[in-house]
């Protein structure tokens, strides 16, 4: 399958970091093909810019300006979102790639009357969601209720790309764990990815 990995963390050293390596070199042993999104080793430019909003609903999205994500994205059969959970949201690169790529024309159309959008990504089968928390597990699930998780499942892939299965593996308390409580959750990533990948 064609593989995009998105990764947005700032430091090449960090836990998200690690934990793509770690996933890119899973899907690569397994034979799959490979795109790297590297939102900040690339410097993604996160804001939608005043030509790319004024077009979403003036026929055809000014997409020039990120014409290779938006190839990458295409392509993709299967995505791999590797990032940390910040005031329990995206990173504000994250958001900017899913503004300014998941676009109409590209993820989906506009519908008559502003009605229910019509999803493009028929072509996108997996995404997986791996991030990392500083709160702990019930933060997240009880008084939150999963913001994340809710949103991409929800308003992101559910719209764009309905038939498109989500899973997600949060790390809480990231902050606070041993080497060993790491390398378990790295297993964790590489089983789901033979689950549903490999």
């Given at each position: 399958?064609?593989?995009?990995?998105v990764?947005?963390?700032?430091?090449?050293?960090?836990?998200?970091?690690s934990?793509?390596?770690?996933?890119?070199?899973?899907?690569?042993?397994?034979?799959?093909s490979?795109?790297?999104?590297d939102?900040?080793?690339?410097?993604?430019?996160?804001?939608?810019?005043?030509?790319?909003?004024?077009?979403?609903?003036?026929?055809?999205?000014?997409?020039?300006?990120?014409?290779?994500?938006?190839?990458?994205?295409?392509?993709?059969?299967?995505?791999v979102?590797?990032?940390?959970?910040?005031?329990?949201?995206?990173?504000?690169?994250?958001?900017?790639?899913?503004?300014?790529?998941?676009?109409?024309?590209?993820?989906?159309?506009?519908?008559?009357?502003?009605?229910?959008?019509?999803?493009?990504?028929?072509?996108?089968?997996?995404?997986?969601?791996?991030?990392?928390?500083?709160?702990?597990?019930?933060?997240?699930?009880?008084?939150?209720?999963q913001?994340?998780?809710?949103?991409?499942?929800?308003?992101?892939?559910?719209?764009?790309?309905?038939?498109?299965?989500?899973?997600?593996?949060?790390?809480?308390?990231?902050?606070?764990?041993s080497?060993t409580?790491?390398?378990?959750?790295?297993?964790?990533?590489?089983?789901?990815?033979?689950?549903?990948?490999l």
């Amino acid at each position: 399958m064609n593989c995009l990995v998105v990764k947005a963390h700032p430091l090449s050293e960090s836990l998200c970091s690690s934990l793509a390596q770690r996933t890119i070199k899973a899907l690569e042993a397994a034979g799959h093909s490979v795109e790297v999104e590297d939102l900040y080793a690339h410097e993604f430019a996160a804001s939608l810019t005043g030509s790319e909003r004024r077009s979403y609903y003036a026929g055809s999205y000014t997409a020039q300006q990120v014409a290779p994500q938006v190839e990458r994205l295409l392509a993709a059969e299967a995505i791999v979102l590797v990032f940390p959970t910040w005031w329990f949201g995206f990173p504000a690169i994250l958001k900017g790639w899913f503004d300014r790529v998941w676009a109409p024309g590209i993820a989906y159309d506009h519908a008559d009357q502003y009605g229910p959008i019509k999803p493009r990504l028929t072509n996108l089968h997996h995404m997986l969601a791996v991030t990392s928390l500083g709160s702990p597990w019930w933060v997240d699930k009880f008084v939150l209720r999963q913001p994340v998780k809710r949103v991409l499942k929800t308003a992101i892939v559910g719209t764009c790309a309905p038939k498109c299965r989500l899973q997600m593996l949060s790390l809480y308390k990231s902050e606070q764990l041993s080497p060993t409580q790491v390398e378990q959750f790295g297993g964790r990533v590489e089983r789901a990815l033979q689950g549903w990948l490999l």
